[in-house]
């Protein structure tokens, strides 16, 4: 931050620290998060890849249904991580999403990603049509604890 008084303390960082902020994390090897936005997609392709992985384990029903249906991970997944979840839940969801992944590193990203699908397990089970399907993952309900 640039300013140290205390009625700064929450202020917006300027753009230039905004700027080296995302730059850290694209660049330093604890988030590596380039891999999201350069060719190939690496990260991004991992990072689905282990949510289906994960909605296989933890949610076999819900990861059936999807596949019956012909959704995958790719299909609604793939702006969650690319955007780092900020076109897809409220502001104060990404803010604990990306403290979180702060904190704990970018598999962060995978527990919320599968906490929206746990989340909305129910809705999306009763679901048949696949457009339905997509419109509901495109835009997860968010529990309070999200």
């Known amino acids: 931050m640039s300013s140290n008084s205390a ?3 929450y202020s917006l ?3 230039e620290e905004a700027f080296a902020a995302f730059a850290h994390l694209m660049d330093h090897e ?3 998060l380039s891999g999201l936005y350069t060719g190939g997609f690496p990260l991004l392709h991992r990072y689905l890849h282990e ?3 994960l909605l296989m384990e933890v949610l076999p029903d819900l990861h059936r249904h999807l596949l019956s249906k012909g959704v995958v991970a790719m299909m609604y997944a793939q702006p969650w991580f690319h955007t780092l979840f900020i076109t897809v839940v409220p502001e104060a969801a990404v803010v604990r999403v990306w403290g979180k992944m702060l904190r704990e ?3 962060a990203l995978l527990t919320y990603a599968l906490a929206l ?3 909305n397990k129910a809705s999306l089970l ?3 049509d696949v457009e339905d399907l997509m419109r509901a ?3 997860p309900r968010i529990s309070p604890a999200s």
């Open 7 to 9: 009625s700064d303390e």
């Open 13 to 15: 960082p300027t753009r």
């Open 30 to 32: 604890d988030f590596l």
């Open 51 to 53: 949510l289906e992985n």
């Open 105 to 107: 590193g970018p598999k």
């Open 117 to 119: 699908l746990q989340d």
């Open 126 to 128: 009763c679901m048949d």
């Open 137 to 139: 993952l495109r835009h």
